[in-house]
């Protein structure tokens, strides 16, 4: 495991929410790619990647981002981002993978989704 990059997991009804930190490159898309992938095997629904505390992504990063898209269209689940900072959200905008995905500003804008409703 790397000492800068960490993956961490909650559950919350059908969801998994992955909260990662560090730097998402080619030595840690690995990691992340099978943190991804377990939980698509684990027939959760709806998996959604916290990329808030990522400093850095490159175009590993952008790969296990699409394999894992690709992974819940096959599976007929679903995957969801949560925004990045600055340079992570360049690189998806740049490369127009942003385009291609669910993005929220927070987890919560998908678990709660039909759970309550702000308008009044």
């Not at 000492?3 to 969801?15: K, L």
């Not at 377990?38 to 296990?64: C, H, K, P």
């Amino acid at each position: 495991m790397n000492r800068d990059f960490s993956v961490e997991e909650r559950r919350q009804g059908d969801a998994a929410v992955l909260m990662v930190s560090g730097e998402l490159d080619l030595r840690t898309g690995p990691e992340l790619e099978e943190r991804l992938t377990g939980a698509f095997r684990s027939g959760i629904e709806l998996v959604i990647l916290d990329l808030r505390q990522i400093d850095f992504m490159d175009s590993t990063g952008l790969r296990v981002l699409l394999a894992a898209h690709q992974r819940a269209h096959e599976t007929g689940r679903r995957f969801a981002l949560v925004r990045g900072a600055d340079q992570v959200e360049r690189v998806l905008t740049l490369t127009g993978v942003r385009d291609l995905l669910t993005v929220v500003d927070a987890p919560e804008e998908l678990l709660t989704a039909g759970e309550s409703s702000e308008e009044g």
